[in-house]
């Protein structure tokens, strides 16, 4: 699922995410990035972008939604947490990354 904002036929915003079945026969959304043009930011943009990524998830059967974000960025932080998103309660995590460049095929 993606979605582009525009103003004046320039492109002022986007986010783009997956939706991921589950084994249990449900299936989930996962937001992998949004992004706001800095002279767009503080005036709902990101607030429509996200909202309009929800609901075509909850239309598509998503369950649950998720995403990740540093947690020194404030602005997304409270972006996702007005919006009712909760912190995850599984504690610390770390990321990893696979170089798959240098795997046999």
């Given at each position: 699922?993606a979605f582009v904002a525009t103003e004046g036929g320039t492109v002022s915003g986007w986010c783009y995410g997956y939706q991921l079945p589950r084994p249990d026969g449900t299936s989930m959304?996962?937001?992998?990035?949004?992004?706001?043009?800095?002279?767009?930011?503080?005036?709902?943009?990101?607030?429509?972008?996200?909202?309009?990524?929800?609901?075509?998830?909850?239309?598509?059967?998503?369950?649950?939604?998720?995403?990740?974000?540093?947690?020194?960025?404030?602005?997304?932080?409270?972006?996702?947490?007005?919006?009712?998103?909760?912190?995850?309660?599984?504690?610390?995590?770390?990321?990893?990354?696979?170089?798959?460049?240098?795997?046999?095929?």
């Amino acid at each position: 699922m993606a979605f582009v904002a525009t103003e004046g036929g320039t492109v002022s915003g986007w986010c783009y995410g997956y939706q991921l079945p589950r084994p249990d026969g449900t299936s989930m959304a996962y937001l992998h990035s949004i992004d706001v043009a800095e002279r767009h930011r503080r005036q709902g943009l990101g607030r429509a972008l996200l909202d309009a990524f929800l609901t075509e998830a909850t239309r598509r059967g998503a369950a649950k939604a998720f995403l990740t974000t540093g947690s020194t960025n404030t602005p997304a932080r409270a972006l996702y947490e007005s919006a009712g998103a909760e912190i995850a309660a599984q504690g610390p995590t770390e990321n990893y990354w696979f170089d798959l460049t240098e795997r046999p095929t």
